[in-house]
């Protein structure tokens, strides 16, 4: 199994200019979710999902779009970025119910708005 | 409301001691507790669990963590550091009851080993 796979590994993007990150996992998790990482602040949840054709918002959704049309693939969306969304990207994705509780994690995406 | 306050951003150990990470959790229900560590430049690993079972948890290379409900924490610890533990470490708790998925995490703690 790759597991849970990541692109870009890394983007520059210009104030405006829009862009997909992509997420794929191969382990048929129901559940995928998005975070970003900042110095000091941890991991915050953007938006998750928990099967196809269905996400929800975290705690930080403004500014980013998802979908989910199949289990495999979560992609997020920033629409029209700001240097606000500087940050490093992370997608997981975990089974729900049962009692491994342990999510996977993708290497990340370090995203640079200018 | 859930929530989960690691009480050091930074701890530095030499190589051979012992290792000590602070969490405290606040949860209206009885929580699921998480360690993940991070290496540099790399994605995050799952070191430990805590799911009701066991308050003594055991987890990879030698972490163990203790689930104390009358203190509101869940320390991470190992008896000896060696220079692969240096990493950012978080300490999670769910947001839900169960295994929904929903994480909230802490603001990291780097662990420095000099050697």
């Known amino acids: 199994n790759a597991g849970v796979t990541q692109t870009p590994k890394f983007q520059v993007l210009k104030t405006g200019q829009s862009m997909t990150l992509q997420c794929a996992q191969d382990m048929n998790h129901e559940y995928m979710s998005w975070y970003r990482q900042d110095p000091g602040m941890g991991l915050r949840l953007i938006h998750y999902?928990?099967?196809?054709?269905?996400?929800d918002q975290g705690e930080v959704p403004n500014g980013y779009n998802v979908s989910r049309s199949t289990t495999e693939d979560f992609p997020l969306r920033l629409l029209s970025a700001a240097p606000s969304q500087t940050s490093v990207y992370f997608c997981?994705?975990?089974?729900?119910?049962?009692?491994?509780?342990?999510?996977?994690f993708g290497p990340g995406t370090r995203l640079t708005v200018t | 409301a859930q929530s989960v306050t690691q009480l050091d951003s930074h701890v530095s150990v030499s190589e051979g001691t012992p290792v000590l990470l602070r969490c405290n959790y606040s949860s209206s229900y009885s929580p699921s507790l998480f360690w993940y560590v991070q290496h540099p430049n790399k994605g995050l690993q799952l070191l430990l669990k805590y799911t009701s079972a066991a308050t003594l948890v055991k987890g990879i290379n030698g972490f163990e963590a203790e689930f104390k409900k009358s203190e509101t924490s869940f320390h991470l610890t190992k008896p000896s550091a060696h220079m692969s533990d240096a990493a950012e470490y978080f300490c999670v708790v769910s947001r839900a009851p169960g295994n929904t998925g929903k994480l909230i995490f802490g603001q990291g703690t780097t662990l420095q080993v000099k050697p």
């Open positions: 999902s928990v099967g196809a054709g269905i996400t």
């Open positions: 997981a994705s975990t089974r729900l119910g049962g009692s491994s509780y342990e999510q996977y």
